[in-house]
């Protein structure tokens, strides 16, 4: 499903979300300021939107992301060698939940809408911690719901609604943006959330809602 819709995928990302989601993705990667890590993972990478940031932002030595979506790293080894970051980020294809990578190896790990999409949550949740160095920091941005009116009815209305059609007009594909609600509306947010990261061995997590609950940003130490 990524592999189909990788051709339009950053460009429906900044429309679906009305260029929001870049603002996120700053507010994310600045929680990592000042830990300055040296060396980053950047799980379900994608088209490397959240490690390109990282790597502007945050200066590391290294970041390697990782996605099982073969067709989405190509476009992001494109767009790492335009910004002239090749040298920092490496894509990798691979399974988040069996990560090809040493104990405690990464100061920090982000993920940007990428957990969701686990098969296994704690499973990807327990494999990042593994390749975390001790007293490393996660970070992980992911689409939550509001809950409060009139933002709870909009925000459904345009998910279950509006969303799926623009994604299928432009990507062409049937399922993926008829997906993205699906797996929203399921997905354990807030406390719940905070309560897996503990249980896969985190501590210090933390829950920021964005823009009313439409997204959230979590934090976690090792």
Known sequence: MFDNIAPNYDFLNRIL????D????????NLLKDSQPKIMLDVATGTADFALEAAKTLQ??????????????????VKVKRKHEQDVITLVQGD?????????????ITVAYGVRNFEHLEKGLAEMNRVLKPGGQLVVLEFSKPNKFP????FNFYFQFVLPNIGKLISKD????????????????GDA?????T??????????PQLFGISSIYTALK
């Open 151 to 154: 933002i709870k009815q909009l």
């Open 199 to 208: 249980n896969t061995g985190y501590k210090q997590a933390q829950w920021i």
């Open 60 to 77: 590391p030595e290294k970041i390697v992301g990782v996605d099982i979506a073969n067709k989405m790293l190509e476009i992001g080894r």
């Open 22 to 29: 870049i603002i996120w993705r700053k507010q994310a990667i």
């Open 17 to 20: 979300s009305l260029g929001i």
């Open 174 to 189: 049937t399922s993926a943006y008829t997906y993205l609600p699906e797996s929203v509306k399921h997905f354990p947010e």
């Open 193 to 197: 959330f905070l309560n897996i990261l």
């Open 96 to 108: 988040s939940e069996a990560l090809d990578f040493e104990d405690n190896l990464f100061d920090a």
